[in-house]
């Protein structure tokens, strides 16, 4: 497998990519992320505006689906999660991935949609596995105030995942965030010195602006 200008530089061999290719490689380590449960970028930072005060919220979370071709980049949530009515107040959202290995930093501003039905949400509740849908089940709404420390599921399922049967108890909590970026900021640490660019794109997926940006 060929090595990217990024993956390369973190051996100490290669040049920064050119300000063209940088998208591509961004979106090719966002893909990559999806199918390998251990890249970097599996599990990055969303971060939303607080539904009552207007102050970030920022918290980890599973990156499910990504499309280069509609800028489209998917996680999963219990709709009852204070993230989900954020959402709804305020869609514009901002992802935060590094990967230590190639030294590379993505923030992207998007544009997020809630999925409570429809499609896109039967589509991903089917491929959702057991072990993940457990989370689902939870009797209590994320971030309700406990007397001590809760795992917040049925005591029967503390160690085990549920059958399919039961699972399907769960799909009333579950959602969909999808986003379209809007902006991308590109940050490559180098010990001779860092490179950052920016990228920006219209709502139809058309590139409207790519600029080098100091450090």
Sequence with gaps: MNQSPNEADSQGAAA??????????????LRRAVADRRHSFRTPTLCTASATDGSPRARTVVLRHVDPDTLTLRCHTDRRASK??????????????????????????????????????????????????????????????????SPNLPE???????DRERSEAGRSHFAVIDSQAMEMDWLWLKHSGHRRARFA???????????????
């Design 84 to 149: 989900t009515a954020e959402i709804e107040h305020q869609p514009v959202v901002a992802w935060h991935f590094y990967d230590a290995k190639s030294r590379t930093q993505l923030r992207i501003r998007s544009r997020a949609t809630v999925h409570l039905d429809g499609p896109i949400f039967d589509e991903a509740w089917e491929r959702t596995a057991l072990m993940s849908r457990r989370c689902y089940l939870a009797p209590n709404t994320p971030g309700t105030p406990s007397d001590g420390p």
């Design 201 to 215: 794109w219209s709502p139809d997926g058309s590139l409207t602006n790519s600029e080098w940006i100091e450090p």
């Design 156 to 162: 029967d399922l503390i160690d085990g995942d549920p």
């Design 16 to 29: 920064p990519p050119e300000l063209a290719e940088i998208p591509g490689l961004a979106w090719t380590m």
